[in-house]
């Protein structure tokens, strides 16, 4: 996590509690176990911040499941048997606990939702997750073994997902493929980059479904399924997700999220050898301002 300061005269580790979910506590044990660097140096929790002060928190701890709270948040589900579920997430709910917010998340309500086995437990395995903005669909293992065989499709690229983003900007071609590899951004640790540097290869489909005057509506194929791979690839051909807080053009032209749908999922069942095809209709506050385009619909 980076903060940039912009006001002064606080304690450091008061700044951190106050400009981030992490409680001041949990901060105070960060800066003595050398975690926090303010302009790459270490400073003690008493360091008064200086306007643009740059600093960085390391966040590598793992969530145990054991301690996380059942949370009874309604959930969208779209197909379930005894191995695995069919999520229609909503957009603003976060997939999975993080330190720093470790409650209101899906996996809370999946754990709330299931006890499916033998000691009473469910742990529920992300297959992929969705950003807290994305809505749609989504697969959620219920055992150890269904995780690694669906986590060995996504791999192989077995499991197809669509998606619908509306776009900034008119995009002239049809269609087109975005083959670039993503990594950290060495800059914003926070985001993603198409950079060559410990990066994974990365290849997004798209076609363009209909062009508005200052807008494109796309269906987006992922053949890969890096972090934020739709958003960054869009953003690296200068097109970026509309409403996209971190990759957009930060002119929120809405309150709901960025405008990005998963839109549907087909894949053979790993265990009963089915085959399974979903698709969903995006939420309404999707659908409104795709309407609210149309007066500007053109045809080229």
């Known amino acids: 996590m980076k903060l940039e300061v912009n006001s002064e005269g ?4 008061s700044y951190i509690a106050n400009n981030s979910d992490l409680s001041r506590s949990r901060v105070s044990k960060l800066i003595s176990e050398s975690k926090v660097l303010v302009n790459k140096e270490i400073k003690n929790a008493s360091y008064k911040v200086k ?5 960085e928190v390391s966040i590598d701890e793992k969530i145990d499941l054991d301690d996380l709270v059942p949370t009874n948040i309604p959930l969208d589900i779209i197909y379930e048997d005894e191995y695995l579920m069919i999520i229609n997430k909503e957009s603003g709910l976060v997939v ?3 330190p720093g917010h470790v409650t209101d998340t899906l996996v809370n309500a999946l754990i709330y939702h299931s006890k499916v086995n033998n000691d009473g437990t469910f742990r529920p395995g992300i297959v992929h997750r969705l950003d807290k903005d994305t809505s749609g669909l989504m697969v959620v293992a219920k055992d150890i073994k269904t995780m690694e065989l669906l986590s060995d499709m996504i791999k192989n690229k077995k499991i197809e997902r669509h998606y619908l983003a509306i776009v900034d900007g008119v995009i002239m071609h049809e269609t087109g493929t975005i083959d670039a590899p993503i990594g950290r ?3 914003n640790r926070q985001k993603m980059a198409v950079t060559s540097h410990n990066s994974k290869e990365a290849i997004t489909d798209f076609k363009v479904l209909k062009r508005f005057k200052n807008n494109t509506l796309i269906e987006c194929i992922l053949k890969t399924g890096r972090t934020h791979q739709i958003r960054v690839h869009l ?3 200068k097109h970026p997700v509309t409403n996209d807080p971190l990759y957009g053009n930060h002119k929120k032209t809405t309150e709901f999220g960025q405008m990005l749908h998963s839109k549907s999922i087909r894949f053979t069942h790993p265990i009963t050898g089915k085959e399974l095809y979903f698709e969903q209709t995006p939420p309404c506050e999707f659908l409104d301002y795709l309407k609210s385009l149309e007066s500007d619909d053109i045809n080229i």
């Not at 306007?51 to 600093?55: M, R």
């Open 185 to 187: 951004d060495e800059a």
């Open 51 to 55: 306007l643009g002060d740059v600093i």
């Open 10 to 13: 606080n304690r450091l580790d």
């Open 96 to 98: 999975h606990p993080a």
């Open 235 to 237: 953003n690296y051909i």
